[in-house]
T-cell receptor, first 112, second 118 residues
């Protein structure tokens, strides 16, 4: 059974800092990995998707990497801003399936 | 990307009643899913809504409690039946948007329905 763990559970940083969020998964037979952002009381916004054959994806100040063999992904946020404050969720999709298995999330607070 | 709307956005219901949540997508999609997010927890898949056939439920979820309809490629409903306070959660609809030959298979989520059961 796939299990996804995110570390840290919560993070508070001053504006302008670069930061890294970590995601690990127990079964390396994945189809892809997706990073989402969730604002309080809202739905999920897809940030980045990495296929199992890829090593990283970039979008603006966000960079996500994937090391499938070791079961790890990181989300790097450069020059953090207060608007980045949200819960960040990592989800993996198993090879041959459609179901996303989510981590518990990292609650990020960027202080101005 | 797909634009997804859900109705209602939130509701407060009495124990023993049922609530039907609607999910509307602005384009035809192959896959539609229903997730639950209990307070303080992450998302759990309830079922895959199949167009023209019965939904496929995950372990721990049953059709009698969470009947699902999907009459076409842009619309689905989830009913939460005979509700109890333990059903208080955010219910989210998601869709899979296959883009091009490579098939990015990104899943997009609706804004969610916040349900409180008294």
């Amino acid at each position: 059974k796939q299990e996804v763990t995110q570390i840290p559970a919560a993070l508070s940083v001053p504006e302008g800092e670069n930061l890294v969020l970590n995601c690990s998964f127990t079964d390396s037979a994945i189809y892809n990995l997706q990073w989402f952002r969730q604002d309080p009381g809202k739905g999920l916004t897809s940030l980045l998707l990495i296929q199992s054959s890829q090593r990283e994806q970039t979008s603006g100040r966000l960079n996500a990497s994937l090391d499938k063999s070791s079961g790890r992904s990181t989300l790097y946020i450069a020059a953090s801003q207060p608007g980045d404050s949200a819960t960040y969720l990592c989800a993996v999709r198993a090879a041959g399936g459609n179901k996303l298995v989510f981590g518990a999330g990292t609650i990020l607070r960027v202080k101005s | 990307s797909a634009v997804i709307s859900q109705k209602p956005s939130r509701d407060i219901c009495q124990r023993g009643t049922s609530l039907t949540i609607q999910c509307q997508v602005d384009s035809q999609v192959t896959m539609m899913f229903w997730y639950r997010q209990q307070p303080g927890q992450s998302l759990t898949l309830i079922a895959t809504a199949n167009q023209g056939s019965e939904a496929t439920y995950e372990s721990g979820f049953v059709i009698d409690k969470f009947p699902i309809s999907r009459p076409n490629l842009t619309f689905s409903t989830l009913t939460v039946s005979n509700m109890s306070p333990e059903d208080s959660s955010i219910y989210l609809c998601s869709v899979e948007d296959r883009v091009g030959v490579t098939g990015t298979d990104t899943q997009y989520f609706g804004p969610g329905t916040r349900l409180t059961v008294l």
